[in-house]
């Protein structure tokens, strides 16, 4: 089993940046490909961003790219989701996965962190 732990979140205005990690504690971090998800009030989650656990392949959704950059420490078991260009539609709850599938899905069996909460307002 693997423990994530997402931290980071918090108020920002649109335009603005925030850095959110995830720690991994558990099984071996390596064997697993990692992921962010948001859930927006009253939405289904989905996914943002992921990270491939062996050549560090990322891919994100059209709404984040060019704003959102995924990135992993394996020294450290983290992961982290470096945003940038904030907007209100971001406002969301953010929830790291870990996978041992290369698919990104919600669905897919895995682990999840218990998330952090993301607002941008002005």
């Known amino acids: 089993q693997v423990q994530l732990v997402e931290s980071g979140g918090g108020l920002v205005q649109p335009g603005g940046s925030l850095r959110l990690s995830c720690a991994a504690s558990g099984r071996t971090f390596n064997n697993y490909h990692m992921a962010w998800f948001r859930q927006a009030p009253g939405k289904e989650r989905k996914f943002v961003a992921g990270?491939?656990?062996?050549?560090?392949?990322?891919n994100y959704a059209d709404s984040v790219k060019g704003r959102f950059t995924i990135s992993k420490n394996n020294a450290e078991s983290t992961v982290t989701l470096q945003m940038t260009s904030l907007k209100l539609e971001d406002t969301a709850v953010y929830y790291c996965?870990?996978?041992?599938?290369?698919?990104?899905?919600?669905?897919?069996?895995?682990?999840w962190g218990r998330g952090t909460q993301v607002t941008v307002s002005p």
């Open positions: 996965k870990a996978v041992r599938l290369y698919h990104f899905g919600v669905n897919t069996p895995g682990f």
């Open positions: 990270i491939k656990r062996d050549d560090g392949e990322t």
